[in-house]
């Protein structure tokens, strides 16, 4: 779906058969314990977020993520 090749691309029929799927799906009221209608919009990306530090504890051995980028909500 994703590539800069020309040969790689989809037909334009292919697009417009997947564009009708996509139009008919619905979003679920609810996925596992998130109701979607509690989820953010696309406008989430255009806040700036922050550089952190992430450490991990697995089996008493610490992993540290650093400069993890994270969004603000």
């Known amino acids: 779906m994703f590539t800069a090749s020309a040969e790689r691309m989809a037909s334009p ?5 997947y564009e009708q799927h996509i139009s008919a799906s619905e979003i ?7 109701k979607t209608e509690d989820l953010v919009g696309p406008s989430a990306l255009q806040v700036p977020g ?3 530090c992430i450490l991990i504890f697995a089996s008493d051995v610490p992993y540290c993520f650093e400069n993890v980028y994270c ?3």
């Open 71 to 73: 969004f603000t909500l």
């Open 13 to 17: 029929a292919m697009l417009a058969e």
């Open 28 to 34: 679920p009221a609810q996925i596992g314990d998130i």
């Open 50 to 52: 922050k550089y952190i």
